[in-house]
DNA sequence: TTACTTTTTGTAATTTTTACAATAAGTATT
DNA sequence: AATACTTATTGTAAAAATTACAAAAAGTAA
């Protein structure tokens, strides 16, 4: 990015400044998707190698620049679903990272979002980047480019907080689920055990987890009844909140 | 903002776009203050009323262009500076706001802060956008400028969620004070009465709350015990969460 | 029929929250 | 000095929520 050394006064409602002419706009915006995979195991983040310098070799988080003409969210789905082939993902802003020396290349300031999916839905060999994307556990995270591990961190807080108030599961775990497969999308995130029958009472609480009549197959023990997610009743008790 | 039609076919990581030439440099970048106002009265925000188009005439959040060589909380802490005179300010980032047509001149990204301070240190005639600067009561806004009704709604929502759990009146009522007054400044932000007794026990809990030997003087009535926030207690507390 | 596994419901102890009352300690008034 | 008054401070009992743990129910497998 070019500098020049002429200045400016530049006034707004209320100072006065010196800048360096254009200045304002030697900088670029980018967008930074967390995505956490659910599966079996711990908790995973998407990562992707750097084919190129800076920081050549070392996992980074997906991302892009914002196009002039998109929204700010508009710009995170269609990276997250470029990524992930998933048209509806419910992703969330996290916090705007802005330090002047985070790239080494000139000023990007980045907003992070996250978003979570279930792991099993993935293809990598049907995408592009596959080669070049990993899962990580958040648990054994490697050496990453930028501040990206900043931007994990905050992104892992934020999901565990927003774990207990909203349905992250919803979209994450089969449509029809049983109350363990529940217990158990809780348990990863959190990173936490808990005990069968009070998680119950818990989710009782949450009206918006409706029991269906249906029922377990093919499993080798008491099939547990299944329970849906009630988008209407979530979204009216959102309303009136 | 001067547009060309030249297009450049651009490659990172994962993808490749043709975008015009240039055009992720046509964009601004902005920080934008929510000051809380805290006194007597109910909770007040400080908006200033804009003397130009667009907009002209309407109220508007403080805010600023973010300087090429700044860090976005370093702007943030400059502009609350300039506005208040107020060294050390505590202030949050709320949320990013970059809808393409949230400012009708050009693409202007802006981060969202909050911070609230007591109404009672602020000298208005002293500082030279004095005739331009006025507080709100949150409860009965004017007609806002841009998108900054949203971004008070999303500041005030955040500001509400944070005064449970951190310390936000410390620098905001006095450096000791009764528990009465620490009282008033959860029930103005929340504005929700407490029980008495009951806030004491809740009080108890915070640790970093902690007695003095003082007492109130000059008043008519049995004086209260003074006390204070112990940063170090807090501090400490902070890390090994 | 019995053993086994998981689901589902229940229950009692503990802790937290809530509503409200009693006491304490000062000033102001008679 | 005694009394009224105001707010601070402590206490207490009922209600609600949380926790730890157990029992019963409902299926499969031997």
Not at 169 to 183: A, R
Request: with cysteine.
């Amino acid at each position: 990015m070019a500098k020049t050394n002429k200045t400016l006064r530049r006034r707004n409602e209320y100072q006065i400044y010196d800048v360096p002419i254009d200045s304002f706009f030697e900088l670029a915006f980018s967008i930074d998707c967390v995505v956490f995979g659910y599966g079996k195991k711990d908790l995973q983040v998407l990562l992707i190698q750097r084919g190129a310098e800076p920081y050549k070799g070392l996992w980074a988080l997906p991302g892009d620049l914002v196009y002039p003409d998109e929204d700010l969210d508009t710009s995170a789905g269609r990276v997250l679903k470029a990524l992930t082939s998933l048209p509806d993902l419910n992703f969330e802003q996290v916090h705007t990272f802005g330090a002047v020396d985070r790239h080494p290349l000139g000023r990007v300031v980045t907003v992070a979002y996250y978003a979570i999916v279930n792991m099993k839905g993935f293809n990598p060999k049907a995408a592009f980047w596959a080669d070049k994307a990993k899962w990580h556990s958040v648990k054994n995270l490697p050496k990453l480019a930028f501040d990206h591990r900043d931007i994990i961190d905050y992104s892992y807080k934020k999901l565990k907080e927003s774990t207990m108030t909203k349905p992250l599961w919803n979209g994450v775990i089969e449509e029809k689920f049983t109350l363990t497969q529940l217990q158990s999308f809780f348990e990863t995130v959190l990173d936490k055990k808990f005990d069968k029958g009070n998680f119950r009472k818990k989710i009782d609480l949450f009206q918006y987890v409706k029991e269906t009549e249906e029922f377990e197959k093919d499993v080798p023990y008491r099939p547990s009844r299944l329970f849906k997610f009630d988008k209407k009743l979530y979204q009216k008790n959102e309303e009136s909140s």
